[in-house]
């Protein structure tokens, strides 16, 4: 079911939401477990297009519950600040809806961990290409599949 922002003076479109979501360092994936039990965990990430990849071990509860039910949120700060004088926060929001898997495709899954590479640690290459080419067998990258973003921010005026 999709809701109506219920603050919509503060919904950006689409386009301002990919670009807060790419800014964002880290977010949090939101899976279902088999039994029910929601699950959110902080990782980071690289937006590509319509796609949020983000890497993982080879096992573990978030891939238990992606095995389960492909249906996950990502949500991610890109800024915030508390200003108490105004009893306010300021902050810049996204939160993706839309479908995870694993990347099974060895052109895909080292492109995806290039990317995150390049966005968390552009400055050390070398030491990317090295880290991948380690341990890129020990790890799982999960694709989401956007298909709804949303933002939603309070600016100083």
Known sequence: MIHDMRRIDREVGESEAKTIM???DHGFLATVSEDGWPYAV???HVLDGDRIYLHCALSGHKLDNIAHESRVAYSAVASS???PEQVTTYYESAIAFGRARLVDEPSEKLRALALLGQRFCAEFPAQVEEEIRKDGPKTVVVSIQIERI???VNRPS
């Open 22 to 24: 790419a800014r964002a």
């Open 42 to 44: 902080p990782v980071n």
């Open 81 to 83: 600040r508390i200003v």
């Open 150 to 152: 949303t933002g939603k």
